[in-house]
T-cell receptor, first 113, second 113 residues
Framework: NAGVTQTPKFRVLKTGQSMTLLCAQD?????MYWYRQDPGMGLRLIHY???????AKGEVPDGYNVSRLKKQNFLLGLESAAPSQTSVYFC????????????FGQGTRLTVV | GNSVTQMEGPVTLSEEAFLTINCTYT??????LFWYVQYPGEGLQLLLK?????DKGSNKGFEATYRKETTSFHLEKGSVQVSDSAVYFC????????????FGKGTLLTVNP
């Protein structure tokens, strides 16, 4: 039972490079989310999706794009990485919104130099 | 908008000590409240939740009671163990079709033998 799987787990980028983080869930969840975790800031929502083919902006969407072409996958893209995007990124999914439990991946540690 | 304030850490306790981590919230409507836990090197996982006023969530010896009059959801455990060392996040989700979790900044707990 894989749950939520994120790839890669670690990555170092140079400023201006691009990359895509992949999130896959095998629980048939409708909702998927991307958060970033920074020291002293808790978790902040970047983008989310309430179903296949839909995406929406969260609290801190600038510099990121997302796509949800398949229900089980949620991709987070950085078109031109900046040092301010150095963070730990977490993907999560839930069956629906509201008071349902969110399941998290193990995170991707991204460093932009 | 919604917000969650939890006590800043780090918190260091000896094994078998009593634990309290304070959490207060601001939200419109009737939010659901959660405690998530993050063990070292892992993603977040749900510890407990409460969906309406005066509900008590409990799991693994941890408890929290939804107090609407004080807008609080404090986490307690009567006797902590070394294995409880982790970061604890208080979170809320507004009622209805809301699809986002708003997190506090997290409290690092270290339990020494």
């Amino acid at each position: 039972n894989a749950g939520v799987t994120q790839t890669p787990k670690f990555r170092v980028l140079k400023t201006g490079q691009s990359m895509t983080l992949l999130c896959a869930q095998d629980m048939n969840h409708e909702y998927m989310y991307w958060y970033r975790q920074d020291p002293g800031m808790g978790l902040r929502l970047i983008h989310y999706s309430v179903g296949e083919g839909t995406t929406a902006k969260g609290e801190v969407p600038d510099g990121y794009n997302v796509s949800r072409l398949k229900k089980q996958n949620f991709l987070l893209g950085l078109e031109s990485a900046a040092p301010s995007q150095t963070s730990v990124y977490f993907c999560a999914s839930s069956l629906q919104g509201g008071d349902t439990e969110a399941f998290f991946g193990q995170g991707t540690r991204l460093t932009v130099v | 908008g919604n917000s969650v304030t939890q006590m800043e850490g780090p918190v260091t306790l000896s094994e078998e000590a009593f634990l309290t981590i304070n959490c207060t919230y601001t939200a419109t409507g009737y939010p659901s409240l959660f405690w998530y836990v993050q063990y070292p090197g892992e993603g977040l996982q749900l510890l407990l939740k409460a969906t309406k006023a005066d509900d008590k969530g409990s799991n693994k010896g941890f408890e929290a009671t939804y107090r609407k009059e004080t807008t609080s959801f404090h986490l307690e455990k009567g006797s902590v163990q070394v294995s409880d060392s982790a970061v604890y996040f208080c979170a809320l989700s507004s009622g209805g079709s809301n699809y986002k979790l708003t997190f506090g900044k997290g409290t690092l707990l270290t339990v020494n033998p």
